[in-house]
């Protein structure tokens, strides 16, 4: 298995005396910065002059702009979106870092496709955490903490990974386990399961079973809105996705475990078209055709976007939404602050 550090290999006094600054206030900054600061760390924070730099003022840090927070931080986390942080960084941070600081990015899409232009003079690491921003606070809050993946990507001072594990017991990863990997792994592992398509899979069985003739209320229900999923989501993390079966009926458990077996063929065609998901990851195709889409103005983004929310089932959703008085799209309900 793969080298996991805990609380009793973070020493978060390699921290005293340095200044984090959190570049970007959003789903990832605002509660990494909450967690380090309630670790005892000095926490900065570095954002656009907007609401979210707002927020940081009103959580009661000092906010700077993204250049004043570089040139005055220790340690740096980019939690700026992947797909923007070349641009920021080339032109708002690079220019504004001192020998030895350190860089500290939440994933590994820009560092395995090296569109980040990494100074030679810094230390980099990646602390990817496997959960989202929300489940960062509310976890430190509640003590559990949250799995990471960790990479030392450049070791200029020799002090990479100590400060690398500080900042992760800092931010309460290392309660729960921080793993060893690598950008590669992190971005193919990530992005594999963005692309091999869970939300499609779940609107084609909508689409079979209403189409033979069952309401969209007991589909929807059935697959996803009563909310089961969350508790079976919880079984597979704690209890293991096989090992959870036992809390499922016999009925169940056979038909998950015989009828829902998949054929050989079936099998090697599903893998086939994986593998080539992989290829496509890898060899660099998605990230240039992501960034093209961007370039063009997010034409193919759009037009999925409209499709997706134009399906029939999208209504039939609305309608059982306001029956069970929870309103489609709304955050607001499911995450407030976590505070
Ligand atoms: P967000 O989408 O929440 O954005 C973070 C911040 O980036 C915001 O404060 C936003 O500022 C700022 N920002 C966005 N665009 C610009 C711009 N053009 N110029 C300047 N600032 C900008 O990001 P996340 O927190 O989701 O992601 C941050 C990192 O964490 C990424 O590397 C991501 O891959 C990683 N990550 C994210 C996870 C998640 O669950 N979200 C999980 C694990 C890793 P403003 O609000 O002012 O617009």
Not at 95 to 115: C, E, K, T
Not at 190 to 199: A, Q, S
Not at 265 to 294: H, M, P, S, T, V
């Amino acid at each position: 298995m793969a080298q996991a550090f805990f609380d009793s290999d973070a020493d978060l006094s390699v921290l005293a005396g340095r200044t984090v600054g959190i570049l970007g206030y959003g789903n990832q900054g605002r509660s990494q910065a909450l967690n380090l600061r309630d670790s005892g760390v000095a926490v900065i924070v570095g954002n656009q002059r907007d609401a979210s730099f707002e927020r940081a003022v009103a959580d009661g840090f000092a906010a700077y702009d993204l250049s004043e927070a570089a040139a005055r931080a220790d340690i740096l986390a980019l939690l700026i979106p992947d797909e923007v942080m070349p641009e920021i960084f080339a032109e708002q941070i690079r220019p504004h870092l001192a020998d030895g600081v350190m860089l500290i990015l939440a994933s590994g899409y820009n560092l395995y496709y090296r569109s980040i232009d990494l100074p030679p003079m810094a230390d980099v690491a990646m602390i990817a955490p496997r959960m989202i921003g929300t489940g960062v606070r509310e976890t430190y809050l509640s003590g559990e903490g949250f799995p990471s993946l960790l990479s030392v990507e450049q070791d200029h001072t020799g002090q990479a990974l100590p400060l690398a594990l500080a900042y992760a017991r800092g931010i309460g990863s290392t309660r729960a386990g921080v793993f060893l990997s690598s950008a590669e792994e992190e971005t193919v592992c990530d992005l594999f399961n963005e692309h091999f398509g869970y939300v499609y899979a779940l609107r084609r069985a909508y689409e079979v079973l209403t189409e033979a003739g069952y309401s969209p209320e007991a589909v929807l229900l059935e697959f996803y809105a009563s909310g089961e999923e969350m508790e079976l989501a919880r079984a597979h993390a704690y209890m293991g996705l096989f090992h959870q079966l036992v809390l499922h009926s016999q009925t169940s458990q056979y038909g998950q475990l015989v009828t829902g077996k998949p054929a050989p063929d079936y099998d090697a065609a599903e893998k086939a078209r994986l593998r080539a998901l992989i290829d496509n990851i890898r060899d660099g195709r998605f990230a240039r055709e992501w960034k093209q889409e961007r370039e063009s103005g997010l034409p193919a983004f759009l037009r999925a976007q409209q499709e997706a929310l134009s399906h029939p089932m999208i209504a039939e959703e609305r309608r059982l939404f306001e029956a069970l008085k929870r309103r489609q799209g709304d955050p607001s309900a499911l995450f407030p602050d976590a505070e």
